[in-house]
């Protein structure tokens, strides 16, 4: 810059000079010359680098602006997202589905804690029962360990806060087709074994003192898997039978009282 700066002085002494009339030679009048209209040019291409870096500024600007406006709006609706469901979630907590008294909910979540074979959520109200521990294969009579855990289980069901629920009781297979004849005979299917374990369980409740208008019963075979039945381990977990515990308004397929519009 220096450089540039010295030379067009240089230049500029020569262009005064001559306009004083100094005697000056014509070969260094020509240098001269041709050195200002160099730098002129140069002072020309540099302007127009400014203006250019100046043009490309604005627009790395403009982009910054707008990359800023999209970065506002992705953000306001990922809160907008986490509103949305952190009010879902507060709807089950609440438990829009399943307003069980919490008095019910405690109790069956310790006999969860107690019993390593069944777990309870507190907010669906559904408890899911191992059915190796409530049967043995192909079979439809309780153990006596599963006795003792659904005594338990009715026990609760017979208190004063309980007594305006709903029970549904639905059995499930794995994807095994049943072995042994004689059981064949007694159950064709898996749609037969799953609602005779279901049954099994209903009654058993309904004899320990639950009553009976409380109590509904389905079968889902092997249909409603929660694992693959590929491994030993995947099918013992299909292998269940499910007690939902319902609120007296919670709809209900085939109860008269939860789905009056049908009838």
């Excluded at 400014?50 to 809160?79: C, G």
């Excluded at 043995?136 to 629920?165: C, G």
């Amino acid at each position: 810059m220096r450089l540039l700066q010295y030379l067009s002085w240089m230049a500029c002494s020569a262009a005064c000079c001559f306009a004083a009339g100094c005697m000056v030679p014509k070969n260094q009048l020509t240098s001269a010359q041709s050195l200002n209209q160099m730098l002129a040019e140069q002072n020309r291409a540099q302007i127009a680098e400014i203006e250019n870096l100046h043009s490309h500024s604005t627009t790395l600007e403009d982009k910054l602006i707008r990359a800023e406006e999209q970065i506002a709006t992705i953000d306001k609706q990922w809160r907008d997202d986490r509103q949305r469901l952190a009010a879902f979630e507060q709807e089950l907590t609440d438990g829009r589905g399943n307003k069980l008294p919490p008095g019910i909910s405690t109790q069956l979540a310790n006999l969860s804690r107690r019993y390593s074979s069944i777990e309870f959520d507190t907010v669906t109200g559904a408890a899911k029962l191992d059915g190796d521990v409530l049967f043995d294969s192909a079979d439809v009579e309780l153990k006596e360990d599963a006795q003792e855990m659904l005594a338990q289980f009715a026990k609760i069901l017979q208190t004063p806060e309980a007594r305006d629920l709903k029970l549904m009781v639905v059995g499930h297979t794995d994807s095994l087709k049943i072995a042994r004849r004689g059981a064949r005979e007694k159950f064709p299917d898996n749609f037969h074994l799953s609602s005779a374990r279901a049954l099994s369980v209903a009654r058993f409740l309904t004899k320990q003192g639950v009553p009976e208008n409380q109590v509904g019963v389905s079968g889902f075979g092997s249909h409603q898997p929660i694992a693959s039945n590929v491994t030993a381990e995947q099918r013992r977990l299909n292998r269940r039978v499910e007690i939902f515990v319902l609120p007296p308004d919670a709809p209900v397929v085939g109860w008269t009282e939860t789905t009056t519009s049908l009838y």
